[in-house]
T-cell receptor, first 111, second 112 residues
Framework: AQSVTQLGSHVSVSEGALVLLRCNYS??????LFWYVQYPNQGLQLLLK??????LVKGINGFEAEFKKSETSFHLTKPSAHMSDAAEYFC?????????FGTGTRLQVFP | NAGVTQTPKFQVLKTGQSMTLQCAQD?????MSWYRQDPGMGLRLIHY???????DQGEVPNGYNVSRSTTEDFPLRLLSAAPSQTSVYFC???????????FGSGTRLTVV
C-alpha cells in the first residue's frame, strides 16, 4: 500500500529564512505526489504536484519540491519564509482512486 | 462555478443522534472522497467513490455510511453519533486522483 511520512510535526523558522518540510513516500509503482497547504479554519489548497514530468516542481507562493527516487523523498522548500506562510502543510500520495495523506507539519514563522 | 460545497459548516450532535453531512460538486468530477481531520493525525480517508453507484471504504469507515446516486452528490451519514466522531470533515473531488483533489471548506462536528 502507498503511504507518506512527514518528518517533524512542527517547524519554526524566522522570516526570511529557508523553509524545508520533509516528506518520504512508500510506493511500489511510480508515485504521484502532492503538497497541500491549510490556513487556519480553511480547507486544503493544492500547492504543487509531481506527476513524473520533471523532478523539480514549482508551485504557488514561491514553494517548490524535488522528487528524489533514490531517497524516496519529496521535500518542500521555499528560499525565504514570509509571515503569511504560517500554516499546516500536508504531503499526499495519489493512488488510482484516492489520495493518502501524511500527518501534517505545522509551520510557524517568527518575525 | 462553486467547486465543492459542504453543508453544514458547524454541527453539534448528542450521542446516538444521526445526521447527514452534505457534499456537492459542480465540476463533473467522477472521484469523490470523505476525510476526517484530527489533531496530529492528518487527514484520514473514510469512504471514497469513483463514480455514481460505486463506493468503497477507506482507512476509518466504521460508524459512517455513504451512497453515490448522482455524479454531483456524495453525502456522508452518521447512523449513531459517538464522541469519537468529533472532528472536522472534508469532502474532496477530482477528475482523476492522479491530478489531485479540490477540497470543500469542511464541516466541524461536535458530538456531546
Amino acid at each position: 500500500a502507498q503511504s507518506v511520512t512527514q518528518l517533524g510535526s512542527h517547524v519554526s523558522v524566522s522570516e526570511g529564512a529557508l523553509v524545508l518540510l520533509r516528506c518520504n513516500y512508500s510506493s511500489s509503482v511510480p508515485p504521484y505526489l502532492f503538497w497541500y497547504v491549510q490556513y487556519p479554519n480553511q480547507g486544503l489548497q493544492l500547492l504543487l504536484k509531481y506527476t513524473s514530468a520533471a523532478t523539480l516542481v514549482k508551485g504557488i507562493n514561491g514553494f517548490e519540491a524535488e522528487f528524489k527516487k533514490s531517497e524516496t523523498s519529496f521535500h518542500l522548500t521555499k528560499p525565504s519564509a514570509h509571515m503569511s506562510d504560517a500554516a499546516e502543510y500536508f504531503c499526499a500520495v495519489g493512488d488510482t482512486d484516492k489520495l493518502i495523506f501524511g500527518t501534517g507539519t505545522r509551520l510557524q514563522v517568527f518575525p | 462555478n462553486a467547486g465543492v460545497t459542504q453543508t453544514p459548516k458547524f454541527q453539534v450532535l448528542k450521542t446516538g443522534q444521526s445526521m447527514t453531512l452534505q457534499c456537492a460538486q459542480d465540476m463533473n468530477h467522477e472521484y469523490m472522497s470523505w476525510y476526517r481531520q484530527d489533531p496530529g493525525m492528518g487527514l484520514r480517508l473514510i469512504h471514497y467513490s469513483v463514480g455514481a453507484g460505486i463506493t468503497d471504504q477507506g482507512e476509518v469507515p466504521n460508524g459512517y455510511n455513504v451512497s453515490r446516486s448522482t455524479t454531483e452528490d456524495f453525502p456522508l451519514r452518521l447512523l449513531s453519533a459517538a464522541p469519537s466522531q468529533t472532528s472536522v470533515y472534508f469532502c474532496a473531488s477530482s477528475y482523476q486522483s492522479v491530478f489531485g483533489y479540490t477540497f470543500g471548506s469542511g464541516t466541524r462536528l461536535t458530538v456531546v
